[in-house]
């Protein structure tokens, strides 16, 4: 059974930093596409930032600069680091991942999802 399971959320100030993970089991994701959306509170889920399967890094622009996707093949897990946080990026936020080799900006295309945790930055 595939399994994400996420850590890493909380509340943090202005200008501050956290880390998010996204540890995966029941198969093998390191060739997958995968992707880091959020969703703040009467707002679309959207795309933070994703990953081919061939590794190469996309970032939308609220997130170029500031956050960085990484993983570790031998960990399957992925993470988010995100720094300069701003009240603006307070949303919950899921890992997720789709069977082919790239990414995509719909929520739709992915097939496996975390649970979510939430990331609430204050003023």
């Known amino acids: 059974q595939v399994q994400l399971v996420e850590f890493g959320g909380g509340l943090v100030q202005a200008g501050g930093s956290l880390r998010l993970s996204c540890a995966a089991s029941g198969r093998t994701f390191s060739r997958f596409a995968m992707g880091w959306f959020r969703e703040a509170p009467g707002k679309e889920r959207e795309l933070v930032g994703a990953?081919?399967?061939?590794?190469?890094?996309y970032y939308t622009d609220s997130a170029k600069g500031r956050f960085t996707i990484s993983r570790d093949n031998a960990k399957n897990t992925v993470y988010l680091q995100m720094n300069s946080l701003k009240p603006e990026d307070t949303a919950v936020y899921y890992c997720?991942?789709?069977?082919?080799?790239?990414?995509?900006?719909?929520?739709?295309?992915?097939?496996?999802w975390g649970q979510g945790t939430q990331v609430t930055v204050s003023s």
């Open positions: 997720a991942f789709r069977p082919v080799a790239f990414y995509s900006h719909r929520y739709q295309d992915y097939d496996y």
């Open positions: 990953f081919t399967g061939g590794g190469y890094a």
